[in-house]
């Protein structure tokens, strides 16, 4: 007779629930007929009769079966009429798939804002309405003749929209490339995704940065990749870790965001870069340089990005208009070497069958376009703005229970927190009180960490946000107003 | 000493070569030195020396190490110079990956119609440029002003699209939801994509039709399904094949296009429609209705779907603006239980974070405008003409060698060749002579099958296209002109 799988990942008494349901649907226990009881099944298929209580408790809640107290438990007649009829067990279903959900956090942080949008939001890290350019992008929009034609897009992206990113490129990241080298993708998360779903295997290593964006995103995870840390200090990662972590892990890819780091807005320095660079070259190591701040340097003069430097070709490249323009355009680029980008190519098809060319002619006449430079640099003055009032506020309310370096581009400011607190607690009670911030932890830092997103919120929002929160923080500490 | 691993996936020859590069990158052997012989390496590996020999070839395609006859083989000095350098190995990395690329005669198509975009078209299962509403579209981006915030979109798409769409589903296709319950995804594609990711895990049986779209598509053996078929015969699977899998496969789901099937053309009959929600709901088995092609009836009045019967909540119903509208937009939905519409939800933002605010604003508006039915009607009409134009042609140059049934709706027709011939080979000949379509065996038939999309070439395309196929089919078979 059928027993319980004990080796299996599945709760045993999922197991038992689906083989009487499985009876049941064959008709062996017919609508109405009594089930054996819960102390006899237990003894037959050796398990717990709590395992029993269980299983009966799951078939009960679709309605399968039914429980008089003192007449045991039956199949049901309603839901089993002549026919028996029942549902597929969604929830199992969602649970199940490789693929892992988003972390708690980051759940209950979407849950938060999509709840009550009128919360203060230092978690999304994307620009405030005001900061995008609205109403240029709508002038573009009804200016030109867009749909030339709408069938279904280049699989590399929008040929238009790459050959303005060849310029674009060159003038403001100072790399050399070719239409031919570039994928568009749906923003950065798309390239990070391609990447670790298609250039890697269940079981790679790959070296991240600590803390690092890499943590939040459970994609590395569901690909089956091992990761390693590669600590920041105030100058970025050490390269040395890198042949360190490669002669203990074999790691195959690296990946990096180099400038105003997400979320410490560090920038990795110079002489780290050149023995960077020559580390990869040494091991034939792969650089994910993903590069989406850069152009928010407050005093402009970005850093160069490695790929810029990188004569050996280690470097793969990604920029993105999520942080720069508007992250709704879902518009992000890889730069590699053609045998890589027709690789993600082909498998984006399978994906989605490639980005709709609408948001790509917007962005290419957006980048081309006399409104560009304006854009980069009233959003280089307000982020500035907004980064200033976050730390007057932060010096205000919480003087001596936070540290942070400040930022000289990006959307983020990185504190540590002095007062020994949960950061999960801490969410909670900031939400309570209408504020959200991305715990520390999240990014695979200790739980004394909080990253502000300072760009998102409007103006007059950050003082009351960083009032609210220093609130939840003396709530759940002793530090004084 | 280190020796490949024969259990390994990975060839013999690319260990020892990997080997050999870790070596020579720690300096173990400098620029200009001499490695072992072949001869000798094969003893010390225990491998054949004809693999020693690929392994060399191998490290000197990357220039890494150089033979010269007579003198044997050394390291590289141009390549490896003060500081060995050395670029990733590219290749290697394209060829990695749990996501298996497309099928070969479909990348084979893709180029044919990259390389020279004058091929007629009967491969690509879209419209043609003059059927999609390109100037109504148009009209409607110049009339509205759309990026009123152009933020991180709503995890399961645009809410203003997902109510339209509810008004959409009841009218059009007797369909009962609320916005709630709408996934939007790029395309049916992505949800067929995060259905085979996220719900189904690796070793899961699944069910799917034969011939079927699906067979074309890596990603069902890339989640590491298990694929069954479903024959389909004029009025299309039957159902009791389903209850014949579940016993002896334990299928998890049913993958089914029942209104003008992809590539036969087929409808699903009614009393095998009911028959078939009697099975799902007896098994508690998921169907996946996939509908994109109903509302091109040539006739009007499609057949209502599986879902407007569905009283049980067996169906997930994927419907699209694809083969309706315009391809480039992007735009299909998952109708679903709100636990899965959130758990695809959540894994999509890893993905890609969502989809692109515009081409959504511009679905929405232009079904609630008032040119989406006389759109539909000319659709309907220049389809139905299409189809007929490739049958006359068909009748005219090939009548006693190709059999087909007339399709009522949607954008291809299915053909069965009488001449024994490759399809493989046809498609070749067919390539050479400027004329492309889809080999059968794509969709899981024998050779003998073709797919004809009638839809995307132009109205004075289609009779030359035929033409041309008929000469490629004579080239290779001894039927007369």
Known sequence: ?????????????????????????????????????????AEQLGVNRSTII?????????????????????????????????????????????????????????????????????????????????????????????TSYLGYDN???????????????????SIQTSESSILITSGSQQSLYLITQCLLSPGDAVAIEDPSYCYSLPMFQSAGLRLFRLPVDQHGIRPDDI???????RIKMVFLNP????????????????????????????????????????????????????TVGSVLYIGSFSKVAASG???????????IVERLADARQQMDFGLSIIPQQVAAQFLKSSHFEPHLERLRIQLQ???????????????????????HGGLHLWCKLLPDV???????????????????????????????TFARAKNDEIEPGISRFAEALRSLTSINS
């Open 329 to 339: 355009l879902r518009i992000g680029w890889m730069v590699a070497p053609r045998s």
């Open 422 to 452: 949960n950061d999960g607690k801490l969410l909670d009670e900031a939400i309570r009180r209408g504020v959200v911030f991305v715990p520390g932890s999240v990014y695979g830092s200790d739980s004394s960490f909080v990253r502000f």
């Open 243 to 249: 042949r360190t972590l490669y002669k203990k892990h």
């Open 155 to 173: 699989p590399q992206g929008y040929v238009p929209l790459r050959e303005t990113l060849v310029s674009y490129l060159k003038r403001y990241r």
């Open 385 to 407: 703005f907004k980064r200033d009032l976050l730390i007057d506020t932060l010096r205000k309310e919480l003087h001596d229970s936070v540290i942070y370096d400040i930022p």
């Open 54 to 146: 269980q299983a009966f408790a799951e078939l009960r809640s679709f309605g399968i079966i039914e429980s008089r107290t003192g007449s045991g438990t039956r199949v049901s007649r309603t839901k089993w009429g002549a026919t028996p009829k029942h549902t597929p067990n969604w929830k199992r279903y969602a649970e199940g798939g490789s693929f892992l959900p988003n972390p708690p956090f980051m759940r209950k942080i979407r849950e938060a804002l999509t709840d009550q949008p009128s919360r203060i939001d230092f978690a999304s890290g994307e620009l405030a309405a005001d900061l995008a350019p609205m109403d240029e992008i709508a002038s573009l929009m009804s200016a030109h003749h867009y």
């Open 259 to 310: 400038n105003y780091q997400n979320p410490t807005g560090t920038v990795l320095a110079d002489e780290r870069r050149e023995q960077l660079l020559e580390v990869a070259s040494e091991l034939a190591l792969p650089i994910v340089e993903d590069d989406p701040f850069s152009l928010t340097a407050y005093e402009g003069n970005p850093p160069a990005p490695l790929k810029s430097l990188d």
């Open 1 to 41: 007779m059928w027993k319980p799988d004990r080796q299996s990942n599945k709760p045993l008494y999922e197991q038992i629930a689906d083989y009487l349901e499985q009876r049941i649907s064959y008709g062996e226990f017919p609508p109405g007929s009594l089930l054996p009881s819960e102390r006899k099944l």
